[in-house]
């Protein structure tokens, strides 16, 4: 069972009254996940897990320690504060220690859901049994994962303060393959609204990029205009956000760094239709309600207009520069200050130029120019004269997203929508880039 905020309180003031220690902050979850696993249009796999945990981190004359544990009785909660005692009087000094908060004021996020929370296994198999049988009838090969989760959790510290958090997700991801293996693709969507989550959307369009990638041709590396679909900007961009890290800039490793220990901060980095931002209380995108560190969140812009406003300061950093800590980012959002423009009229601007699904296997090459490297997958088309021609093989890509997004290379921006599974949700819009860099052929399907 989730913990009620009563309850979470009472255990996380029984954990505090073991410690003796200097400071010390404790936290404690409990989940209800649920699943079920379906590939070769059949079913493969069905569960559930209820799980709970608790861990403490304490310092004893500036020296951390930490221990956890999966049981919430008097010994147990005992024996972890202990055993981080032990640890921390063995440690070295930590350097980057501040005092953990007192008394906090959080204003809720609106998030969970009961009837995500209580998905009943019928209701679950009959959605899944429905997309097998339009697999089936469509000669295809399909595989996914419909996920849900309740979670509950709950923060304390020596210094008073405390807070209470509760949520739901589900999502459904679906990959098709042609039988002969040449073609696929994939679509996936989350949300915390079971009865906002569409499956029959999900599955059509997993089917349909499978059957439109028959026959892909091969076509030459080099550099592209792009209309990246919403999961594409997901896959590159989803956790962009959390990318503007103070110290990182301050300290010369980072694409917002200036020379002589400054950032970019105030400059026009991005296209002035761009806005990146992170807030708790959108209505599609519910977030915690205390950011890193505990610090109450708000919502705050990363770039607005395509200027870099704000950098993330850790309470440890903003000790160090005589800031305020940031209140975020505690999601991240991505959308236009101009017209959106759907996937129709992106493609029917462009003379020449890439439909991209999906990338993955993607991977950091340069922190100072955002760089990254990887490949794409499940879909990628030709377009010429403003019409799709023809599937085409996958590629490498080497890009730098501080480029990508830079005036002059975006043409269009779409309208933001809730995109990714249950790990990586965001709000992002699909984008067209005047350039994009492929730097080799991909046989991989």
């Given amino acids: 069972m989730l913990l009620t905020e009563k309850e979470a309180k009472q255990i996380t003031e029984k954990f505090l009254s073991f410690v003796k220690a200097d400071d010390a902050i404790v936290n404690i979850s409990s989940s209800e996940t649920s699943h079920v696993r379906f590939a070769e249009n059949n079913f493969l ?92 009838k469509q000669k295809i090969i399909a595989a996914g994962f419909h996920q849900s989760q309740a979670s509950a959790s709950a923060s304390a510290t020596k210094n008073g303060n405390f807070y209470f958090h509760r949520s739901t997700i589900v999502g459904l991801s679906v990959t098709g393959r042609t039988q002969d293996g040449t073609s696929s693709g994939y679509f996936a969507r989350s949300h915390f609204d079971v009865n906002k989550l569409d499956a029959s959307r ?40 959390f990318s503007f890290d103070a110290r990182s800039a301050e300290e010369g490793r980072s694409a917002f760094s200036a020379s002589g220990g400054k950032t970019r901060l105030g400059e026009k980095i991005f296209d002035e239709r761009i806005n990146i931002l992170s807030d708790p209380w959108h209505a599609e995108l519910p977030a915690s309600p205390a950011a890193q560190g505990g610090v109450p969140a708000q919502k705050i812009y990363m770039v607005r207009n395509g200027v870099l406003e704000n950098l993330i300061y850790s309470r440890f950093w903003a000790s160090r520069k005589n800031v305020e800590p940031t209140p975020g980012p505690v999601n991240t959002i991505m959308e236009t200050s101009g017209k959106p423009a759907n996937i129709e009229e992106m493609i029917a601007s462009t003379k020449r130029g890439l439909l991209i699904s999906r990338f993955w296997y993607i991977r950091s090459i340069d922190p100072r120019i955002a760089g990254l490297t990887g490949l794409t997958r499940d879909g990628v088309w030709l377009i010429e004269d403003g019409k799709i021609a023809y599937p085409v093989k996958n590629f490498r890509f080497n890009q730098s997203v501080i480029q990508m997004l830079a005036p002059g290379n975006v043409e269009m921006v779409g309208a933001s929508e809730r995109v990714g599974d249950v790990d990586s949700a965001s709000l992002l819009p699909a984008l067209k880039l005047k350039a994009f860099n492929f730097t080799s052929q991909s046989e991989a399907v």
């Fill in 45 to 136: 796999t069905s569960g559930k897990r209820e799980a709970r945990g608790a861990s403490v981190t304490l310092w004893i004359d500036g020296r951390r320690g930490s221990s956890s544990t999966n049981d919430f009785d008097e010994t147990s909660l005992k024996t972890a504060v202990e055993q981080a005692e032990q640890i921390a009087r063995l440690s070295p000094v930590d350097r980057e220690y501040v005092p953990t908060l007192g008394p906090q004021t959080y204003k809720p996020t609106d998030g969970y859901v009961e009837a995500t929370a209580n998905i009943s296994p019928a209701a679950r198999a009959k959605t899944i049994g429905g997309i097998l049988d339009e697999a089936e």
């Fill in 202 to 241: 999900i599955a059509r369009e997993a089917i349909r990029k499978t059957l439109e990638g028959r026959n892909a041709r091969t076509l030459d590396p080099g550099v592209y205009t792009v209309i990246l679909e919403p999961q594409a900007v997901a896959d590159i961009l989803g956790f962009f956000t």
